[in-house]
């Protein structure tokens, strides 16, 4: 009996979950349709097994039908390494490795769809999670160590989604466009449009990159954030806003997203609401004026250049011994 009811009770809960999980899954970013075919997502996949080795046909066979893309391939850090000076079969195998062997394609004549090649292009029937498996069987320690399960990887993004590798597209790290913010904003329409506002760290001047808090390939915090939290990832360029603090402002060491947002805004210094209202969404005061547009006489006081932090100066936190109300 009891069992039954808590299975009762428990029924709509797992529903709800199933729904909200699901409801999660499908709230897709803007995605602007980068995303190649679905295949098996989940990251476990496995790399093509090594084929026979009668199956490979060599660099110079793939090179001498492909003159243009070797020679674009050979300017690139990988084709540089991979054609000049390999150091293991997959590195000489090269084409044949990120390809497949090339065989079969060579007997049929070369050509779009023969001979079962790995196209990685758009249309490439190959899983994902397979054509992710053969860049990861090289790359999937250090900053990939947590691609598994990552909210990219989840979503079916490929490797080849943010990489262009037959090219130099990009001055470092073959990236598929000429910078990050643009390579993000692929998929991340709004968050490239938000370093268009007037108030934004200098992403565009080059200075900071989206790479400078989050790391793409995953991490094991929140957002792919490098960091283990916000104010940690804050911290590594604004380590004065640590602290300690003699006057600790209890939002500032919670989070610096209480009131900045830092992919941009139209209010200055980041601010996600403008002052005062930033300030009276938690400050409501008798006497101080709560409302200092409704002052009488109005104090331009609070109103004028940095309104509250005029006399609130480190609103960040305080470390002169009468600094409590963060004025010095
Ligand atoms: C590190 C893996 C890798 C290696 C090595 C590599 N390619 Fe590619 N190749 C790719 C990827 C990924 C693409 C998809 C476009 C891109 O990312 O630049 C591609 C695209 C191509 C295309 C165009 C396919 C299309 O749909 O138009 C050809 C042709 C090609 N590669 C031939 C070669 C040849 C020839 C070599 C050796 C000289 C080679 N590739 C080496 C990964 C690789
Ligand atoms: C006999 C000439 C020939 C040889 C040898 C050859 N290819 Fe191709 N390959 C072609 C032609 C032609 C196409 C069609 C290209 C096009 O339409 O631009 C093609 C297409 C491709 C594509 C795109 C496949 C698709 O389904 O979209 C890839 C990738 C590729 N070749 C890789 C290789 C690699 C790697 C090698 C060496 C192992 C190789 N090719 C050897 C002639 C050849
Ligand atoms: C055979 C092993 C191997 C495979 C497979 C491989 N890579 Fe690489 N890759 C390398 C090596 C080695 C380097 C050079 C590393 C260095 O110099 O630091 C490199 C460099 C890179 C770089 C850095 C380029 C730069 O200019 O900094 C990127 C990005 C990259 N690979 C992406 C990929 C992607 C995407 C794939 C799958 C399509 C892939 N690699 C497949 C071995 C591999
Ligand atoms: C969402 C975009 C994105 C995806 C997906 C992505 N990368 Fe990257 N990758 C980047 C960016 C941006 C950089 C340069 C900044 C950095 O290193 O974090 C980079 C850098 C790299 C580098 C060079 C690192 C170095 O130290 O020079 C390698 C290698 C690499 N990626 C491999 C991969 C592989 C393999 C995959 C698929 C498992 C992959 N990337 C998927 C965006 C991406
Ligand atoms: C091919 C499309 C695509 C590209 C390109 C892309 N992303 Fe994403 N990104 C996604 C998808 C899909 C998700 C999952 C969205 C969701 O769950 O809401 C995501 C999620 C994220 C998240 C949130 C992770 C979380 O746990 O909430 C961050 C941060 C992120 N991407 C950063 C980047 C950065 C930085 C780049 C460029 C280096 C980039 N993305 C490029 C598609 C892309
Ligand atoms: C100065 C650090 C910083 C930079 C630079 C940055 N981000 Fe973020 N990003 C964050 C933080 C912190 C969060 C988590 C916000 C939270 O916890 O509410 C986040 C969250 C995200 C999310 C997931 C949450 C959401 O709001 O949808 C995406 C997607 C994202 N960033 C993409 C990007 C892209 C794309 C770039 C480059 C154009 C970029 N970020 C540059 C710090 C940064
Ligand atoms: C990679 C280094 C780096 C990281 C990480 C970083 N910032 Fe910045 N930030 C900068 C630089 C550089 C500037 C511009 C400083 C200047 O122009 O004097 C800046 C400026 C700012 C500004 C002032 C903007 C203005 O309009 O004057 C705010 C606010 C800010 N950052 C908040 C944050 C927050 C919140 C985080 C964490 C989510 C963060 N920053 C993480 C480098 C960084
Ligand atoms: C209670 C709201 C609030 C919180 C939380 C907050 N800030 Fe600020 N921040 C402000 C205000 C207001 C300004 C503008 C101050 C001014 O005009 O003097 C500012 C300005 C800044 C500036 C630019 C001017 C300067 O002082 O260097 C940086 C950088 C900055 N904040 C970083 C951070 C970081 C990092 C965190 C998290 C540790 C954080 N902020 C948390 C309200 C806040
Ligand atoms: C997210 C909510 C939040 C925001 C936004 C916020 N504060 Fe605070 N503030 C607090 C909390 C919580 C305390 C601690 C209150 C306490 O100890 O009684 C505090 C304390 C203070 C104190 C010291 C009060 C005392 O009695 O010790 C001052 C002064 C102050 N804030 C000014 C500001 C200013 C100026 C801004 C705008 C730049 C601001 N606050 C924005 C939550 C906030
Ligand atoms: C003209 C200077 C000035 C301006 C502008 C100003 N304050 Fe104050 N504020 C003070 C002083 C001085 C105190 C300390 C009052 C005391 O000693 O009781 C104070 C105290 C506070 C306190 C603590 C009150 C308490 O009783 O705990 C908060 C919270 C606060 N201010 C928020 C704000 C906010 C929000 C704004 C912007 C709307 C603002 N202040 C603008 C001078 C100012």
Avoid at 20 to 25: D, G, H
Avoid at 35 to 55: F, I, K, N, V, Y
Avoid at 86 to 92: G, L, T
Avoid at 309 to 326: E, K, L, Y
Wanted: hydrophobic content about 30%.
């Amino acid at each position: 009996m009891t069992r039954r009811r808590s299975a009762l009770v428990l029924a709509p809960a797992i529903l709800l979950a199933i729904v909200v999980s699901s409801c999660l899954r499908a709230r897709t970013v803007d995605l602007a349709g980068t995303r190649g075919a679905r295949g098996t997502t989940g990251a476990e996949a496995l790399p093509p097994p090594p084929a026979p080795p009668e199956s490979y046909i060599g660099v110079q066979l793939c090179r001498a039908c492909h003159p243009a893309v070797a020679a674009t391939f050979a300017q690139t850090k990988m084709g540089r390494l991979f054609l000049n000076a390999p150091r293991d079969a997959k590195e000489r195998h090269a084409c044949e490795t990120c390809h497949g062997p090339g065989k079969a394609h060579m007997q049929a004549g070369g050509g779009r769809g023969k001979g079962g090649m790995i196209s990685f292009a758009r249309n490439d029937p190959t899983p994902i999670a397979v054509r992710n498996a053969i860049c990861l069987d090289c790359h999937g320690k250090g900053d990939r160590l947590f691609w598994p399960g990552s909210a990219h990887a989840g979503s079916d993004v490929a490797c080849t989604s943010c990489h262009r590798v037959m090219d130099n597209v990009s001055v470092k790290h073959n990236l598929a466009k000429v910078n990050e913010i643009e390579t993000c904003g692929t998929c991340h329409l709004q968050k490239r449009a938000q370093q268009m506002r007037s108030s934004h760290m200098p992403l565009r001047e080059g200075k900071v990159s989206c790479s400078s808090c989050h790391n793409p390939h995953g991490t094991a915090s929140h957002a792919l954030l490098k960091e283990s939290s916000p104010n940690e990832t804050c911290y590594t360029c604004h380590a004065e806003k640590r602290g300690p603090f003699l006057w600790e402002h209890a939002p500032v060491s919670e989070s610096c997203m209480n009131c900045h947002e830092p992919h941009g805004t139209n209010h200055e210094k980041l601010l996600k609401v403008a002052m005062p209202r930033l300030c009276q969404q938690c400050h409501v005061l008798p006497g101080h004026p709560s409302n200092p547009y409704g002052t009488d006489p109005p104090s331009l006081r609070f109103v004028v250049a940095r309104q509250c932090a005029n006399c609130h100066a480190n609103v960040h936190g305080s470390n002169h011994p009468a600094g409590r109300f963060f004025a010095r």
